[in-house]
């Protein structure tokens, strides 16, 4: 029945228009000004009767003084705030037109020399004005929010708690009042200090009475509200909490909110983000600016995770111009369109085309004189190139070695590869080719009067990239599948995208040649207990709305990855979290005619050879077993001599745009 009354009421005042509003509030004004000369005027002469007085006597100039007081409330904005949402700062502008309506009413009474009402009346109106209008504004306003209090209470599907009882917690209650659907039953505080106390009419609980609160009061909804807390806090009170039948939401960081993307009042789910227990790495301006602000600079890859998220960093440093290359034509499609709207005033060009293909490369890096280039393309999901390994040394080691090389002769200042974790004491052809193409870029940097600085980044697995584990569990969870995974002690080194991004430009800016970066990336993360974390973070019980199925390590997998072949082998950089490596290295002359054997291996298709070249050039290497036995079962291939292998690379039939050509 109180609801029913409460929306008939909450109908009614929807309904009036804002002038009608403000009409109503200006004749509740003059009601509360008569109702304050008339307390005045009577505490001032008790022997007088106060309403014979006022009426018959002064009854005009009671009415001008009213409509002098509104006239003046009216001018200096007493009724532009919607009273629904404005705070106490009416408090200023009422006492603004409370002194400015008594002043000018004195001031004419004195000039006319009539004084209707003494100065001590005038004094005491003023006072009762200024009490009884923001008395009344309050009482107006709570009535108002009590209202939409009972009605959304009525409609509300969630019913929340508000983890954090700071400033943060108190803002985020006031924009919960307003928002239809959500009831606010209480806050929970670390701080002893803060328990059993009010908060914007809600008690402040601890932690130990969460449980107790949720059955009481039915909550199915927790809103971490600590923006300016550190992601190894803000961990620890997820992993806490994580047991709790509730949805675990968050308002935005501290980060968040101050780069705009996103506003205090906006909720959202936890991320996985916050599950990894470490902070960003953040970026050093000047080394952000170094390679890119007002030079022309070329992504190739530029539509897969990575290469898109370089093409956003980069167009926000406002380069001359940035050049786009992608194999993919609607991943070349959404980039280009997605720079076209957000940054339309940075010039951009679009390029189809192969890492393979010298000539095509060429063109473009002269065309538009690049100075700088990152070079993201690569086949990079293991179990694919495990499967295809000649497709995985045509686009990863020879598409690189192409890109490089196209850098020299197109005299590129920068060139920044991007690798991988995967990398190190290889066990895939994914991580192997890599790492040959690491190797390719070490070499050529070594070269005498090479006029390309190049540099080399590796790092782990980047959170919501194509194909990492975090959508596919996230897909997994929403279709009510079972969540897949390898093994259960299978652990991962985890970033977000924009860090990597970040990562590579700043490394770029560092490079001397042929150095290898990397990022002090904290500690890995075990993936089963990652997968129950997002199931429970989903408000579902792990085993019973969702389960967790073990299918086996894939082939080539790792249980856990290296950042560095040699833990001993790296030195700090002027940035604190990032390192440097100089890996064990060829030399040109060496490393060229072993390149033009598994090039060779690789066009004709030869499995078996490709593995063996694949372990000659990276000792290191452990192949997984089924393909190593399927490598044995054919027939060893001899060593093919540097002369011998010159002349087989020479004689290769080759695509237009695919010539085997070294330095």
């Known amino acids: 029945m109180r609801n029913k009354l409460a929306d008939g009421l909450l109908n009614i005042y929807g309904s009036l228009s804002r002038q009608r509003k403000q009409l109503v509030l200006g004749f509740t004004d003059a009601v509360v000004f008569f109702v304050a000369i008339t307390i005045a005027i009577a505490l001032r002469f008790r022997s007088n009767p106060t309403v014979q007085y006022l009426v018959l006597e002064n009854w005009w100039k009671l009415g ?3 409509a002098l007081k509104l006239v003046v409330f009216w001018l200096v904005g007493v009724y532009r705030p919607i009273l629904r949402y404005t705070g106490l700062e009416f408090l200023f502008s009422i006492a603004q037109g409370t002194v400015i309506s008594s002043g000018i009413w004195l001031l004419c009474s004195l000039q006319r020399g009539m004084m209707p009402f003494s100065r001590v009346v005038l004094v005491m109106d003023g006072l009762l004005t200024l009490v009884l209008v923001i008395v009344a504004r309050l009482l107006i306003r709570q009535f108002i929010q009590g209202l939409y209090q009972n009605v959304l209470k009525g409609r509300a599907s969630e019913s929340v708690i508000i983890y954090g009882a700071g400033l943060a917690g108190a803002q985020l209650a006031n924009s919960l009042r307003q928002e239809p659907g959500y009831r606010l039953v209480g806050f929970i505080d670390d701080h002893i200090e803060l328990h059993q106390r009010l908060l914007n009419g809600h008690r402040i609980y ?3 009475q969460l449980k107790s609160l949720i059955a009481t009061e039915g909550a199915n909804t ?4 600590m923006p300016s807390i550190d992601r190894g806090r803000r961990r620890e009170i997820i992993n806490a909490l994580q047991s709790l039948p509730v949805t675990i939401k968050t308002v935005p960081s501290l980060t968040e909110i101050l780069t705009n993307k996103y506003s205090l009042s906006n909720i ?3 991320d996985v983000a916050d599950l990894l227990g470490r902070e960003e790495v953040l970026p ?3 080394l952000l600016c170094i390679n890119i602000t ?8 530029a539509g897969g995770s990575i290469g898109s998220q370089l093409c956003r960093e980069i167009a926000h440093l406002q380069p001359k111009c940035l050049v786009l290359f992608e194999l993919s034509e609607l991943a070349l499609y959404n980039i280009d369109l997605e720079l076209t709207k957000n940054f339309p005033d940075i010039p951009h060009f679009a390029y189809l085309g192969n890492v393979t293909d010298r000539v095509h490369l060429n063109h473009i890096l002269q065309l538009h004189e690049v100075a700088t280039v990152y070079h993201a393309a690569a086949y990079k999901h293991v179990p694919l190139v495990e499967a295809n390994p000649a497709q995985g040394i045509q686009n990863n080691i020879l598409g690189t070695l192409v890109t490089a090389q196209c850098a020299i002769e197109s005299n590129v200042k920068n060139f920044v590869m991007i690798s991988t974790d995967k990398a190190v ?3 895939n052809v994914m991580g192997t080719t890599k790492r040959c193409a690491e190797l390719a870029i070490q070499a050529l940097a070594d070269l005498p009067n090479c006029p390309t600085c190049f540099g080399i980044v590796r790092f782990g697995n980047v959170l919501d990239s194509s194909g990492s584990v975090v959508p596919r569990f996230r897909q997994q969870i929403a279709a009510g599948l079972p969540i897949t995974v ?6 991962r080194y985890f970033m977000s995208i924009p860090e990597a991004v970040r990562l590579v430009i700043q490394a770029g800016a560092m490079a001397t040649g042929g150095d290898v970066f990397l990022l002090e990336m904290g500690e890995p993360v075990r993936i089963y207990d990652l997968a129950q974390q997002m199931i429970r973070l989903s408000g579902l019980e792990v085993g019973k709305d969702v389960e967790i199925k073990i299918t086996g390590l894939r082939p080539g997998e790792k249980l856990y990855e290296e950042l560095l072949i040699d833990q001993n082998n790296h030195k700090l950089t002027r940035h604190p979290k990032i390192f440097s490596a100089h890996e064990q290295k060829y030399e040109w002359v060496k490393l060229e005619p072993m390149l033009k054997v598994l090039f060779h291996s690789a066009q004709i298709n030869d499995t078996p050879a490709i593995i063996r070249q694949l372990q000659r050039l990276v000792p290191e290497y452990q192949p997984d077993p089924l393909l190593m036995a399927q490598v044995e079962k054919s027939s060893p291939q001899p060593w093919v001599p540097e002369a011998v292998a010159s002349a087989m690379a020479t004689s290769l039939p080759h695509a237009p745009g695919q010539e085997y050509r070294f330095h």
């Open 206 to 208: 601890s932690r130990g």
């Open 268 to 270: 959202r789910k936890i």
């Open 486 to 491: 390898t093994h259960r002690d299978v652990t």
């Open 284 to 286: 050093e301006p000047e």
């Open 222 to 225: 927790l809103i971490l509200a």
């Open 64 to 66: 001008l003084f009213i």
């Open 294 to 301: 007002n030079k022309s600079v070329l992504v190739t890859g």
């Open 425 to 427: 004491r290889p066990t």
